[in-house]
């Protein structure tokens, strides 16, 4: 059942589509916009367009960020990338696997349409010669171009009296524009806390605008040698969200009285003041502490009142003088390629990839973003199930059934982000991948592992990385996953790993006798 698929985006979502997709033997092609692949990891982004800054490092570890089909380099030790180094493993990627020859970069996709066949038309030009456009006929449609496309530019209250510069973080690539500025930085996030850190260093002053004390991890939590996608375990995804919510309180009150540094009190501080840690996206980069400890940081949580031509007034009555505002607001979502159907809610479509009126003819493949865990781990999952959809290896669910499954996990989702609800990509890693694994029959949870016991423990003590889920399945590579999982440092002890078993199992009795909240069904 060979089809013929285009893919929209060479970023490391439509990369891992690409592949899969030649894996199952379908014919491809994909048209990406840029020059290169990498999507805003690629080399030479123009100042205008969303990229990486120079100093750019990632918040997931490097075995976390790869796909599960290409590991990083044997005996490399577990630590975060470069932005460089990321888009090199990229450019591997693409050679290792032959990927090249499908992807013809330079080039705009201007619509998406059903046609009179069943398939999908698909228009296109050269980037800057939208005259010069051509029709493409395929039988199904990936959609990869990312959640970091299009800036989410806010309207702040008497923004038209402002007088200085406004800009979004999404072109942001050092700080030396803001030096001698007063900035003003509004939202904090994952890219926002070195953006922040970095102008905090640079600017005369710099003031930090916050709705709300967004939950903090650190890269390498309580200073240890681990990273903090290391504790991303089966052991503790089976402890129940109250229970884990309650710890993680206890926690952060102790570091705020009792941390061993300035920063690591200022973090238990900052984390205090939010009770329901594990219902947000968790920012996984502490940077911007650090200015808060030496000063050069001001954060203000009470909203912002007004502007004035050089000034912002805050809803607690403070103001400040500022002459250019930082925006570190996210992004927001564009569909307006689709020509036949509306994307309002990626929470509607099936595993956020899989509209139930269009089923596998259009899907999304990217628009799952983690809390903890990469977005490449979770995209490479969509691609294996789209690929063996093509195949007719697998079917989707009945409508009936497909509907009922969307709004059961939507559900889920709403309740456990209720602290970003306008971040609709969100999902929960350990869930997402592992009932993904169910339906795409990659479990590495067999019985042969049990005749392993070494490899057991790693698989429940050790991190849930993306190569746990080769081991078995379509297209497995045993010895390559194996190895990779077996060498891979559990942050866990058994004296801890006894401690989270017993609170589990504690919880779940204190849930069968009414007295704790059960998590909501996935």
Known sequence: ???????????????????????EEHSVTCFEHG?????????????????AYDSTMLTISNYMMTFSSFPPPQNQERRYWSADEYRRYLLDFVDKFGLASSIKCGTDVLSVSKNDSGGYTVEVAPVGDPAARESHQFDAVVVSTGTHRVPNYISLPGQAEFEGEIVHSAHYRNAERFRGKRVLCVGIGETAADVVNEIAQTATSCTLSVRRHQPIVERYPGGKEHTNDTYTSHLLHSVPLAAAGAGMRLGMKRNKRRGRTAAARALGDWNAKNRNFFNHFLTKNEAFIYRVVDGSLTVNASGIESLGKDFVRFKDGRQVKIDTIMLNTGYVEDFSILKDVDIDDVRKLYKHMIHPEIGAGVVFIGWARPTAGGVPACSEMQSRYFALLCSGKRKLPDRVRLQGLIERQASYEDEVFHGNPDIRTLVHYNHFMIDFSKVIGCSPWRPEVFLNPRLAWKLWCGSQMPHIYRLYGPHSDHRTARRTVMRMPSAFKLPQVLAFTAVSVVSRVLIAMGLMKADPRY
Do not use: H, Y
Not at 1 to 23: F, H, Q
Not at 41 to 46: L, M, S
């Open 1 to 23: 059942m060979k089809k013929n698929i285009c893919v929209i985006g060479a970023g490391p979502s439509g990369l891992v589509a690409i592949k899969e997709l030649l894996d």
């Open 35 to 51: 020059a290169g692949i990498g999507g805003v990891f690629r080399a030479g982004v123009a100042s205008g367009e969303a990229g």
